[in-house]
């Protein structure tokens, strides 16, 4: 076995992920590493867990839906991370958001300044300073499945200190993460075989095409098949999905990753 990472070696960090026991270990040698980058805290949060993993997760005391909260990784003072799980702010959270729709890290600096942000967006990240939270930027992960998970990294620093901190440690912090995410999902535990089904080619090709919004006869002659033939196939995917229309089998197959219209 190897020895443990140094802190502040992310290389040795990288490595020792793969004899890695528990994602609270995990969260401890990170703290570690990022420390050394110069971050004092992070969070690491499953947005949308990666279809086919069974991530661990609880209710959070207080809160007000009773939502579900998967299992996460944070240094963030625990007055502010209660105050967030209890109001349900991973609904309202903007980092979260523009995580969605971006591929490279990004500093709080830029979501602040952006005119779109409604009332509630806001009121999470300055009651997030109002908790000592102030600099602050986030790494998205976009991973396999259509899982999206952020790794966020904060420091009580000037504004400027911050953002020379975080275009230093630009390329660490997204090796970091990628590489914290794949080994928190190596120890999350698998769902299932059960969940997912074989479909057959043409079943797929009959599923895309209705969800692009052809007829049962137009899948026929783009496929070359007849009418009766695609409904056979379109009622064997609903059969194989549990299901009971060929619409929601449409929608089923698109969310659990079968086709991509």
């Not at 409604?118 to 259509?146: C, F, M, Y």
């Not at 009580?156 to 230093?168: K, L, M, P």
């Amino acid at each position: 076995m190897s020895s443990l990472p140094v802190a502040g070696d992310v290389g040795g960090y990288v490595e020792w992920l793969a004899e890695a026991g528990s994602t609270a270990e995990i969260g401890a040698r990170l703290e570690g590493v990022l420390q050394h980058l110069g971050f004092e805290r992070f969070a690491y949060v499953h947005v949308r867990p990666p279809l086919g993993k069974k991530l661990r997760s609880f209710v959070p005391p207080g809160s007000r839906s009773g939502n579900q909260v998967h299992e996460f990784l944070a240094t963030l003072p625990d007055a502010w991370v209660d105050y967030y799980l209890a109001r349900d702010y991973g609904d309202l959270d903007p980092t979260l958001q523009v995580a969605l729709g971006r591929l490279m890290p990004f500093t709080w600096r830029e979501i602040d300044g952006r005119n779109d942000l409604s009332n509630g967006q806001r009121k999470v990240l300055n009651e997030a300073r109002d908790h000592g939270i102030t600099n602050g930027a986030t790494i998205p992960i976009h991973g396999p499945d259509g899982g999206l998970s952020t790794l966020s990294v904060v420091s009580n620093v000037s504004e400027r200190v911050f953002e020379e901190t975080f275009h230093h440690g630009f390329r660490d912090l997204m090796w970091l993460a990628v590489n914290t995410h794949e080994a928190f999902l190596a120890l999350a535990a698998e769902a299932g075989e059960g969940q997912r089904v074989r479909l057959t080619d043409r079943e797929r090709d009959c599923l895309l095409w209705t969800a692009r919004g052809k007829t049962a006869w137009e899948c026929g002659q783009i496929l070359k098949i007849s009418e009766e033939t695609v409904l056979f196939h379109l009622k064997n995917v609903s059969r194989k999905l549990g299901v009971f229309s060929k619409h929601h089998a449409v929608v089923k197959a698109i969310v659990l990753g079968y086709i991509v219209p």
